[in-house]
């Protein structure tokens, strides 16, 4: 037997079967819809030139409008929600949708191939948040690219946006909130075609239900990586199971001093408890690729796909997390750096799947931070991500954790530096001591983001940035925002 | 009465043509064209070599693969397999040996690109490796070039420099440049009958495309129609490449006697297409103690690739920016394309002009440190003379600056001198963060240096309720190109523009075209539609003149309305009159830039017709500890002549400065050790994002500005030359590495100045201030 994907397409229903499960959305409404507007700029998520909008019902009676991209996004993953297009924004006699109307004033496209992009990221701001400041429509964009403009046209269209009608056609639909309610499922999507598989269990029951029987499905959370296997390496996936749609993984909550956050939850979804324990958290995921991924891209997919540069991890080490796994015989919980073994291994065993994380509450004296180093500031892969925390009493480091990813082939601790540091006085000396001893825990390669010495020499130069952060020396590093 | 002004004449700031079906998704690009059912996808197989002999090929499996229709190598090609733009033997597909990692080898059409791939997949190519030559010192030392070096000079270089109290030696190295348009290369051959070909592309130059399906195909040049609507972009990397992917589609369309779209994905374009040139400068340079330059001995060397395809004009056209704006007294240039096993550069906005510029860019603020100066003041005091001093090294004489204007005008409104103390006095106090404060002027040739490229032609259509067809061989990449021939057409014609229909580029309508490229567009163009227009006037004028028995001179087309003595009648009702009458209501029209020649022999000439200028200010934050940067502010004030379209030409003034910015700073070009390109996709190759436009930044376009030259309503071309005031930022970003050892050494940047690179020049710098023991001058002043 096999499900329909049922979802919302510009207002219209449809009902997809018989597509290959792995057929992005991007793909399904160029090809199958012909929908153009959409395009494809780079089948990995790193240009916005096919950004939509997923509609959502959430729990509080309201919808979600979230800018994603479409590109790497697989088709069943739309199940019970509302796709908006470029196409769809139109009001219904005609006339532009406010975003559209003020990107078409500010002279906001000139190639206009990366502007449909442009106009589903505003869209969603415009309905997320009606007046913005100028820091965020530059959040907002982080991950649009445009080639012709330089920007500064598209910046005032996100001023003048406002300027026209203050609600459109979707806020004065009354039934929306009640279609998409319906289109709903009590148990898992379980979508067949061509002989591959696509399922989305609602519940850990049921997920463990799908891994008994098939130990070697393929985990699929928010896709961010995962959509590239596809569009990139051009892999084929017999069967996948998609974590998304179990909502008691998606939890973010604090109980007897720690932060718990589920697998699913998204970057997105974390950011704000992130920010309120820990403020330079906060910062540092914004800088974590752009909102469209973000918004759909997991703590538990980061560290579940052990790459050697997901900027998670470092900071999680950090922070001391500890990461529970879940499997058909139960759960274990391991410290963080216990849970990367090497290259894209990590300690999972077959049928087990990151649950949650566990990060301990900040105690006091406790100075924390971490840092991305990337040639482009907003939007890009680290090529030094650097974290610290450490617990100093008077003036001396009682606890050092210090994490780097980009240095090796897993996201690893420094543990000769946090030597250097322990039972030290904090001070500059301290601090170039430390980084001294990073010799001793990496050995970096050359490659296109950068060269083994530049991020060494930049490593080091961080456990001095944070040492002069610390102890209150003004313009130590130039301010994000 | 008569309305006093119509819609969209030229001044109007009136938006892009297409912008309300940008924002919708409505505007038509080639992969959105609804497609035929019958209709098969391409897939190219690259080579995973440098440079190889192909030893054997093997495509049985590839060809069992169900849904695959047609497979072609070389040996499938019907005509010549050639798409030299200035040379021949330039292959298409690889005929024997691969010359760089990402060259086609075969192609397969197949029922979806899936198919296709997976059919190349069972290909096999074994290849016999032969030496491979990666990097341009590689190529100097085997003397391996495309092209022979070309050599401008005027004056005697040697003794300039015997004489000159102070000389410097150095080299500097700029990298290339992705075009990154946001459309891939695409194409769309459908057969016709006679064995004909119909090629839809995202093209600047539709007839190169004609031209070199013909010549692939074995057809005359009337069996092959190109079209173009629109591209995602351009910049230069659409001028000549798409010849490359339209051939293939077509040849494969001609062998499975079947229509073949062949697009690119983004990893496959960046591996296969050439970029902007990569330079090596090496130069000796003298000067005096106020930091005049004296004398100028330099060598341009580029990254040219495996073939020429433009790299010769490129280089000449690094040279001829190798002055920028000063006067050199005595000055030798000569310029190398190398040959390496790596992707066949192209033209880029700029065309090689951003490099030369850069490279006296950087010796002029070298120098200005050298003798202690702000190069503000250096960069005036070498500056073009208005009467004398005015030569270039081409021989050229000036006879259009203003760069004085433009530079006083922008030292006052950016605050230049106020700053410039402000900006060191706060990095006295400031250990970690250094800021850095540049001018950078600018001085771009407007003309195509190969004098025959311009020519352009129009074809007007007016039909009898008045409406008109607007057709002529520029090409729309998002420049603006067709809104603003529009408005010339209707200020012409004053009517308003919504009565000119814009069409797609067609090789049927408008024959022999140039590329759209060398800012040339609405220079050509509108002169060329101007033209055409002004022939159906003259003839409806010649018709009233008769059916009302007016002079001539009595007549005059204003606010929608043609006024015939004291009569006056709506546009349309005279044009469907004169209909009735006989009268042609179509016209071809034709442009040809006169003055402009060089010989490329003796290295002088007339190249250019004008000059445009433009000037800019920046200033960056650098953190010293890891490279990183902001650009906090920028200042730019461009001259852009009388403008056509100001909302337009400001689009291109601020894009290209930003897309120059990111040339100079993140945007950086790696291969690995076995010449593979490795950043080949937006998650490796970062262009400017929102947050990279500089928090303050103050655009003007220069009002005063005035074409001297007749070109179309006195406007001068803005497509390439604002790019080059990026040039600012990445000074600005030297100054600040030279801030952090209290400007005591000069440091040595590289483009692009990534946060690495800033990094490493600043670590550099401080190595170098830290043996210093003589102060700066005596220790220069060798």
């Known amino acids: 037997m096999s499900d329909a994907v049922r979802f919302l397409l510009n207002g219209e229903e449809r009902t997809v079967d018989g597509l290959d499960p792995t057929t992005t959305v991007l793909e399904y409404l160029r090809n199958h819809e012909r929908r153009c507007g959409t395009k494809e700029g780079c089948a990995e998520g790193d240009c916005g030139a096919c950004t939509v909008v997923l509609a959502e019902a959430n729990a509080r009676g309201s919808i979600d409008y979230r800018a994603v991209n479409s590109c790497i996004r697989f088709v069943p993953a739309l199940d019970g929600r509302h796709l908006i297009t470029v196409e769809g924004l139109r009001e219904a006699d005609g006339s532009l949708h406010p975003v559209q109307r003020a990107l078409v004033d500010s002279h906001g496209s000139q190639c206009g191939f990366c502007t449909p992009g442009f106009a589903m990221s505003l869209f969603a701001l415009w309905h997320n948040d009606k007046s913005p400041t100028r820091e965020d429509v530059l959040q907002v964009l982080a991950g649009n690219l445009c080639r012709c403009t330089g920007y500064r046209p598209i910046l005032d269209a996100a001023r003048h946006m406002y300027e026209g009608p203050s609600d459109d056609k979707f806020d004065r639909d009354p039934t929306m909130y009640g279609r998409l309610k319906r289109l709903g499922r009590l148990t898992g999507l379980h979508y067949t075609a061509g002989g591959k598989e696509f399922l989305a269990p609602r519940s850990l029951g049921e997920l463990g239900e799908i891994l008994k029987r098939n130990p070697d499905a393929a985990l699929l959370a928010g896709g961010t990586d995962f959509g590239l296997f596809v569009t990139k390496q051009h892999r084929e996936f017999q069967r996948i199971v998609w974590l998304g749609e179990i909502a008691e993984l998606r939890s973010v909550a604090t109980a007897e001093g720690v932060l718990e956050i589920g697998c699913n939850a998204t970057w997105a979804d974390a950011l704000p408890a992130l920010e309120r324990y820990w403020p330079n958290f906060g910062e540092f995921v914004r800088r974590f690729a752009s909102p469209p991924i973000r918004n759909v891209a997991t703590i538990g997919g980061n560290i579940a796909n052990a790459s050697p540069i997901g900027d998670g991890p470092p900071a999680l080490m950090a922070l001391d997390a500890s990461v529970v796994v879940i499997g058909l015989h139960g759960e274990r919980e391991m410290p963080l750096e216990e849970f990367f073994v090497d290259y894209r291994k990590t300690a999972l065993r077959p049928s087990e799947i990151v649950a949650r994380v566990r990060v301990p509450l900040p105690s006091p004296g406790l100075e924390f931070a971490a840092y991305k180093l990337s040639k482009r500031l907003d939007q890009d892969i680290s090529s030094v991500c650097a974290a610290f925390a450490l617990r100093i009493e008077g003036g001396t480091v009682k606890e050092a954790r210090v994490a780097f990813g980009g240095m090796a082939a897993t996201p690893k601790r420094a543990k000769a530096a946090e030597a250097a540091l322990i039972g030290r006085p904090w001070t500059t000396a301290t601090a170039t001591a430390a980084g001294a001893a990073l010799d001793q825990d990496f050995a970096p390669i050359d490659d296109f983001r950068a060269s083994a010495a530049y991020r060494l020499t930049a490593a080091k130069n961080l456990l001095r940035r944070f040492h002069l952060e610390t102890t209150g020396v003004a313009n130590a590093r130039i301010a994000y925002g | ?782």
């Open chain 2, 1 to 782: 009465m008569a309305e006093t002004r119509i819609h969209g004449g030229v001044t109007a700031a009136i938006p892009h043509d297409s912008a309300a079906k940008h924002v919708t998704g409505e505007a038509v690009y080639t992969d959105d064209i609804p497609e035929p059912p019958d209709l098969l996808h391409a897939y190219v197989l690259m080579s995973p070599r440098a440079h190889a002999r192909i030893l054997r090929i093997d495509t049985e499996a590839a060809a069992a693969v169900p849904g695959v229709a047609a497979i072609v190598t070389a040996g499938d090609i019907p005509g010549r397999n050639d798409v030299g733009p200035i040379f021949p033997n330039e292959p298409v597909l690889a005929t024997g040996v691969v010359e760089y990692v990402g060259m086609p080898v075969l192609a397969i059409a197949a029922t979806s690109v899936k198919v296709a791939r997976r059919a190349a997949a069972l290909v096999q190519v074994d290849y016999e490796d032969l030496p491979a030559i990666l990097s341009i010192e590689d190529a100097l030392a085997a003397k391996a070039l495309v092209c022979p070096p070309h050599e401008m000079k005027r004056g005697d270089t040697a003794r300039g420099l015997a004489r000159a109290p102070h000389r410097l030696r150095g080299e500097f190295r700029c990298g290339g440049q992705d075009h990154f348009y946001l459309e891939g290369q695409v194409a769309m051959a459908l057969p016709q009958e006679d064995g004909d070909m119909l090629v839809l592309a995202s093209t600047q130059h539709p007839s190169e495309i004609q031209k070199m399906t013909a010549r692939l195909l074995g057809l005359p040049a009337n069996s092959v129609t190109v079209e173009v609507r629109r591209m995602g972009g351009g910049f230069g990397g659409k001028e000549t490449q798409p010849s490359i992917f339209a051939g293939i589609a077509a040849v494969l369309a001609a062998k499975a006697k079947r229509p073949v779209k062949l697009r690119l994905d983004r990893d496959d374009d960046m591996i296969m297409t050439g970029k902007r040139h990569d330079f090596l400068v090496r130069y000796e340079a003298g000067y005096d103690d106020q930091g005049r330059l004296l004398a100028l001995d330099m060598i341009l060397a580029a990254r040219a690739g495996h073939v020429a395809d433009l790299s010769p004009s490129i280089v000449d056209r690094a040279l001829f920016h190798a002055d920028n704006c000063y006067f050199i007294p005595d000055v030798r240039l000569i310029g190398y394309a190398c040959r390496t096993n790596t992707q066949s550069n192209t033209a880029f906005r700029g065309f090689g002009g951003p490099q030369g510029m850069l490279a006296i860019e950087n010796l002029i603020d070298d120098i200005a440190r050298r003798v202690g100066r702000d190069p503000l003041e250096v960069r005036k005091l070498n500056y073009y003379g208005t009467e004398t001093r005015n030569v270039t090294p081409y021989h050229q004489a000036i006879e259009d600056n203003i760069i004085g204007e433009l530079t006083a005008e922008i030292e006052r409104s950016a605050a230049y001198g106020p700053r410039r103390r402000e900006v060191e006095s706060w990095n006295r106090a400031s250990p970690v963060l250094k800021r850095g404060l540049a001018f950078a002027p600018l001085k771009f040739g407007i003309s195509f240096t190969t004098a025959f490229l311009n020519q352009a032609g129009a074809l007007i259509h007016v039909y009898t309720d008045g409406s008109v067809h607007l057709n002529h061989g520029g090409t729309e990449m998002g420049q603006g190109l067709m809104t603003k021939i529009a408005q010339v057409v209707a200020e012409e014609f004053q009517i308003d523009i919504g009565l000119v229909k814009i069409t797609a580029t067609n090789t049927g309508k408008v024959p022999n075209t140039s590329a759209t490229a060398a800012s040339s567009g609405a220079d050509l163009n509108g002169m060329a539609a101007q033209a055409a227009a002004r022939e159906i006037k003259s003839r409806l004028i010649g018709f009233a003149a008769m059916q009302f028995k007016v002079p001539p001179g009595d007549i005059s087309f204003a606010g929608g309305r043609v006024h015939i003595g004291e009569r006056s009648l709506p546009f349309g009702e005279l044009v469907g009159m004169a209909y009735k009458a006989r009268i042609q209501l179509s016209a071809t029209g034709f442009y040809r830039t006169p003055l402009i020649h060089y010989d490329r022999e003796t290295g002088s000439g007339h190249p250019f017709l004008y000059f445009a200028y433009g000037v800019a200010v920046a200033e960056t934050l650098v953190d010293t500890l890891t490279g990183e940067y902001k650009v906090t502010r920028a200042d730019l004030l461009h001259d852009v002549g009388r403008s056509i379209n100001p909302a337009i030409d400001m689009g291109q003034i601020e894009g290209g400065f930003i897309q120059g910015m990111g040339w100079l700073t993140t945007e950086e070009l790696w291969w690995d050790k076995t010449g593979a390109l490795k950043t080949h996709a937006p998650s490796t190759y970062k262009i400017p994002v929102a947050r990279d436009l500089p928090a303050d930044f103050r655009v003007q376009i220069y009002k005063a500005g005035v074409n001297r030259a007749e070109t179309i309503h006195r406007s001068k071309a803005v497509g390439e030359p604002p790019l080059m005031l990026a040039n600012a930022v990445w000074l600005a970003l030297k100054d600040a590495v030279a801030a952090a050892t209290e400007y005591r050494v000069p440091p040595r940047l590289d483009a692009p100045a990534t946060p690495e690179h800033v990094l490493m020049a600043i670590e550099e710098a401080r190595r170098r201030a830290a043996q210093l023991e003589r102060p700066l001058l005596a220790a220069s002043a060798d």
